[in-house]
């Protein structure tokens, strides 16, 4: 049972470009959420998604935006890359909230980036 | 305030030891409580789930104080490789279904030596 995978595992970029991170979610599950975990930091929450919507947003600027592909594999992007976006992004999938709303998380490797 | 404090630590204790974590949060909106362990560059895990009755998985207990607001994390017996950070976890999820979301602690960092 594969667990939840994230590509590519390290990134670096510079100031003003754009990244796109790619997740694939549990089998089974069909939620997927993502984070950001700056160096001794929590994991801060960016959105969600279900059904290829985005049902709930973190604190996070419009640079941030995301898919959920049929298949429940997830993408998110982030534009005009700042220094203080360097951080590990997670990536959590999940059964479906609708169905129980306490449903665990899990997470996957997770993608290293650095803006420079 | 942030929704989820903790002591960032570090507990340094030598095998063998007991030692407690502590976690208070603030949306009083939360509906379920973990605590995950994580290694140095690692994901989180999840280590276990919290309940209001105390729940005890070997050498783990947590206890959740729904009126205080607050967690806990005991662990007996301390082994080299329980050394990590312990991050307490609250999800926050719509009543009617929709979405969650957990909203992390920093964190607290725990090293267990010889």
Known sequence: DAGVTQSPTHLIKTRGQQVTLRCSPKSGHDTVSWYQQALGQGPQFIFQYYEEEERQRGNFPDR????????????????ALLLGDSALYLCASSLSASRRAQETQYFGPGTRLLVL | ??????????????EGATVAFNCTYSNSASQSFFWYRQDCRKEPKL?????????????FTAQLNRASQY????????KLSDSATYLCVVNIAAISGGYNKLIFGAGTRLAVHP
């Open chain 2, 71 to 78: 967690i806990s994390l005991l662990i007996r017996d301390s």
């Open chain 2, 47 to 59: 280590l276990m789930s919290v309940y209001s009755s105390g729940n005890e998985d070997g050498r």
């Open chain 2, 1 to 14: 305030r942030k929704e989820v404090e903790q002591d960032p630590g570090p507990f340094n204790v030598p």
């Open chain 1, 64 to 79: 941030f935006s995301g898919h959920q592909f049929p298949n429940y594999s997830s993408e998110l992007n982030v534009n």
